[in-house]
């Protein structure tokens, strides 16, 4: 069976720090790795990857994809409390998603 | 990009009714799927609403529980049929505007609380 999982489950840093969020998988047919923050009910769109090696960057954020070691990192540099959130990956053929990563940053 | 609306976005239910929730979609898309999200946990699909034809249900979702309509490329519903406390949940659908490999657009969610 497919799965995605995330790590860590949830962590609590001080602003200004900087995080990594893991997420690896093991899905047939694999056509791409999205990443979503999740502050109240809907996800919001950060990134989709689909080829290795090759880093998505928005702000603060970033992220890569590792198609040979199947797993993907979330990076978020100078975190400020407006990052706390949950942080969840999810992997397309069936969009699965993982079990999330809870951020918490602390002022 | 595409909008989706959803509602209700919050109801209180008593143990044995049902209640159905809809997506509303401003543009034609492809896929319409549809998540259910227990408290403190991540989303489990529940199932892929197929447009002019039955959904595809995960394992351990049945249509008798979830029934799923799709009559065109912009709207979909869920029932949550003979609900029980259990059932109390975020439920969200979402919608992909092209073929596989594009992004997941979200309904604003529904929460659900049976009593």
């Known amino acids: 069976e497919d799965k995605v999982v995330q790590s860590p489950l949830s962590l609590v840093v001080h602003e200004g720090d900087t995080v990594t969020l893991n997420c690896s998988y093991e899905?047939?047919?694999?056509?791409?790795l999205l990443w979503y923050k999740q502050e109240k009910k809907a996800p919001t769109f950060l990134f989709m990857l689909?080829?290795?090696?090759i880093e998505k960057k928005s702000g603060r954020l970033s992220s890569i994809l590792d198609k040979k070691e199947l797993f993907s990192i979330l990076n978020i540099t100078a975190t400020q409390t407006g990052d706390s959130a949950v942080y969840l990956c999810a992997v397309e053929r069936d969009m699965r998603f993982g079990a999330g990563t809870r951020l918490t940053v602390k002022p | 990009s595409a909008v989706i609306s959803q509602k209700p976005s919050r109801d209180i239910c008593q143990r044995g009714t049902s209640l159905t929730i809809q997506c509303q979609v401003d543009s034609q898309v492809t896929m319409m799927f549809w998540y259910r999200q227990q408290p403190g946990q991540s989303l489990t699909l529940i199932a892929t609403a197929n447009q002019g034809s039955e959904a595809t249900y995960e394992s351990g979702f049945v249509i008798d529980k979830f029934p799923i309509s799709r009559p065109n490329l912009t709207f979909s519903t869920l029932t949550v049929s003979n609900m029980s406390p259990e059932d109390s949940s975020i439920y969200l659908c979402?919608?992909?505007?092209?073929?596989?490999?594009?992004?997941?657009?979200f309904g604003s969610g529904t929460q659900l609380s049976v009593l």
């Open positions: 979402s919608a992909m505007k092209g073929a596989r490999g594009e992004k997941l657009f």
């Open positions: 899905v047939t047919n694999f056509r791409s």
């Open positions: 689909t080829s290795s090696g």
